[in-house]
């Protein structure tokens, strides 16, 4: 939401993962660096979380796109930018869901579909409970940033123009 207007912002960027665990820092990690450069009266709202859960289903209501960042074991370094589709998965039983189960969730609350959302999972190698960011990690936290920051320009929020010919 805006501090100066109150108006809820049309992109969120989503983060999530346990600052004491390594790594799995690297989301709440990129949502402080974003923070910290962004004026006060940006389109951009910045939220983070331990995991996603239903609830935040309610976070992503009038937004224009969400970006969901999290750290990965899996994807190749230094990150990977999915694509999200809502998507009934197995973790919907469970106290935490994967991103596309939450847009899953959402559109079964709205009725409708969820904004445009995308996926920047961030790679780390250490997950450990108590371990620092591994050197690897930050290396990749600092080029996901400059991803981040390029998706958030207002270059990439405007519609492509059709070409006359």
Not at 47 to 55: A, G, W
């Amino acid at each position: 939401m805006n501090a100066l207007t109150g108006a809820l912002a049309p992109l969120l960027v989503f983060a999530w993962g346990n600052r004491s665990r390594g790594d799995d820092a690297l989301g709440p990690l990129l949502l402080d660096r974003l923070r910290a450069s962004l004026p006060v009266d940006s389109a951009v709202d910045c939220l983070e979380d331990y995991q996603l859960q239903i609830e935040h289903a309610l976070d992503l209501l009038g937004r224009a796109r969400v970006l969901f960042v999290d750290a990965s074991l899996t994807c190749r370094a230094p990150f990977e930018v999915i694509s999200l589709a809502p998507a009934r998965d197995l973790s919907l039983g469970t106290h935490s869901l994967s991103a596309q189960a939450l847009l899953q969730v959402f559109c079964d609350l709205h009725g409708h579909a969820p904004p445009a959302s995308t996926l920047l999972a961030i790679r780390g190698e250490a997950f450990e409970l108590g371990a620092p960011l591994s050197p690897a990690a930050q290396a990749n936290l600092e080029r996901a940033l400059v991803w981040c920051r390029h998706w958030l320009s207002p270059m990439a929020l405007e519609r492509p123009q059709p070409i006359e010919g």
